[in-house]
């Protein structure tokens, strides 16, 4: 079985020596049907088709509409990411991996909307499309079946809700945040494990982020607030995902003694980039355990929550959104 640590440290972009490989990643491919269904791709990648388009034309447009420079990065990043995800959809096997023929097989007309005249206009049309996405990927997640395909519908509805979530907190497009990165993985046909794995999964790295926030507290001589605020949080966060562990009928692992970091702990400019890494593990946790939750069940909807309420915490310390979160 996976040590604790394996289940962190896979996540992370960091080359770590001795990091135990991703339970994902390396997880046997599932048994049976792996292909979402054709209706679900096909809705799915018209939305993604029009994010691509907007936030395409937001990213051209930046200057002459005298957006801020971070928005329009972020909408260059976030068209990057629509179109791969558009290409994914589209394709005959979405859960094929890296070496996926990616020729569509599904045919979509020619985006009819009316462009935007102006940064008001294109940043209004941007929140719509995210909060239609969000809104489709939300349904069919909740109705798909375990299995590689919910984590596809995972990933997607993390990436849109974060989507609808910056543009909510950003309305003006002033600061939204550190641009999507393309990540570490790509849909493969894996099977996603129990919903118990992915909760002890999601325990420790919540112990991870608990350890490392701790120990840059420490390091910081107690001036870092915003961590000791963070930790209080994190420690809530905790406790539920105990509790539903109990609740399986499981005893919840106890934190290790220490945790490797990833970034040179002793080094007070790596904090905040070690932070948004130990986040993103965390988000990536959330991601998969919805996707390892039955349909329509209380547990998944608990998941979707984690997934809102942790989507847009690594971008506030400077680590991008992977395109496909949830994959390690």
Same mark, same amino acid.
């Given at each position: 079985?996976?040590?604790?640590?394996?289940?962190?440290?896979?996540?992370?972009?960091?080359?770590?020596?001795?990091?135990?490989?991703?339970?994902?990643?390396?997880?046997?491919?599932?048994?049976?049907?792996?292909?979402?269904?054709?209706?679900?791709?096909?809705?799915?990648?018209?939305?993604?088709?029009?994010?691509?388009?907007?936030?395409?034309?937001?990213?051209?447009?930046?200057?002459?509409?005298?957006?801020?420079?971070?928005?329009?990065?972020?909408?260059?990043?976030?068209?990057?990411?629509?179109?791969?995800?558009?290409?994914?959809?589209?394709?005959?096997?979405?859960?094929?991996?890296?070496?996926?023929?990616?020729?569509?097989?599904?045919?979509?007309?020619?985006?009819?909307?009316?462009?935007?005249?102006?940064?008001?206009?294109?940043?209004?049309?941007?929140?719509?499309?995210?909060?239609?996405?969000?809104?489709?990927?939300?349904?069919?997640?909740?109705?798909?079946?375990? !299995?590689?395909?919910?984590?596809?519908?995972?990933?997607?509805?993390?990436?849109?809700?974060?989507?609808?979530?910056?543009?909510?907190?950003?309305?003006? !497009?002033?600061?939204?945040?550190?641009?999507?990165?393309?990540?570490?993985?790509?849909?493969?046909?894996?099977?996603?494990?129990?919903?118990?794995?992915?909760?002890?999964?999601?325990?420790?790295?919540?112990?991870?982020?608990?350890?490392?926030?701790?120990?840059?507290?420490?390091?910081?001589?107690?001036?870092?607030?915003?961590?000791?605020?963070?930790?209080?949080?994190?420690?809530?966060?905790?406790?539920?995902?105990?509790?539903?562990?109990?609740?399986?009928?499981?005893?919840?692992?106890?934190?290790?003694?220490?945790?490797?970091?990833?970034?040179?702990?002793?080094?007070?400019?790596?904090?905040?980039?070690?932070?948004?890494?130990?986040?993103?593990?965390?988000?990536?946790?959330?991601?998969?355990?919805?996707?390892?939750?039955?349909?329509?069940?209380?547990?998944?909807?608990?998941?979707?929550?984690?997934?809102?309420?942790?989507?847009?915490?690594?971008?506030?310390?400077?680590?991008?959104?992977?395109?496909?979160?949830?994959?390690?």
């Amino acid at each position: 079985m996976p040590t604790r640590r394996s289940f962190l440290f896979a996540a992370l972009t960091f080359a770590l020596v001795g990091c135990a490989p991703s339970p994902l990643v390396n997880a046997p491919r599932a048994r049976g049907s792996l292909k979402p269904a054709t209706d679900a791709l096909r809705a799915a990648a018209l939305d993604e088709q029009a994010l691509a388009t907007l936030t395409g034309t937001i990213a051209q447009q930046g200057e002459p509409w005298r957006l801020s420079t971070a928005m329009t990065a972020w909408c260059s990043g976030a068209t990057t990411a629509h179109r791969e995800h558009l290409t994914t959809l589209v394709r005959a096997d979405p859960l094929g991996g890296v070496n996926a023929d990616d020729s569509p097989v599904i045919d979509l007309p020619a985006t009819t909307a009316v462009p935007p005249q102006d940064a008001a206009g294109a940043l209004a049309q941007l929140a719509a499309g995210y909060a239609t996405a969000a809104d489709h990927c939300r349904s069919t997640l909740m109705a798909a079946p375990t !299995g590689p395909g919910s984590l596809l519908w995972a990933s997607l509805y993390c990436f849109s809700t974060a989507g609808a979530a910056t543009l909510a907190a950003h309305p003006d !497009g002033t600061s939204p945040g550190t641009p999507p990165v393309a990540g570490q993985a790509v849909p493969t046909g894996i099977s996603v494990g129990s919903r118990d794995d992915r909760l002890a999964a999601l325990l420790s790295r919540i112990d991870a982020l608990r350890y490392g926030l701790e120990t840059m507290i420490g390091r910081s001589g107690g001036a870092r607030t915003d961590m000791k605020q963070r930790r209080t949080a994190v420690d809530n966060v905790r406790n539920q995902v105990a509790a539903q562990i109990t609740a399986g009928s499981a005893t919840p692992a106890g934190p290790a003694i220490d945790y490797e970091l990833p970034g040179d702990v002793t080094n007070p400019t790596s904090w905040d980039a070690i932070w948004g890494e130990l986040e993103a593990a965390v988000l990536s946790a959330w991601v998969s355990l919805a996707a390892a939750s039955d349909a329509d069940s209380d547990g998944r909807r608990s998941a979707m929550a984690g997934i809102d309420a942790q989507c847009l915490v690594p971008g506030q310390h400077g680590v991008g959104l992977a395109w496909w979160p949830g994959w390690v």
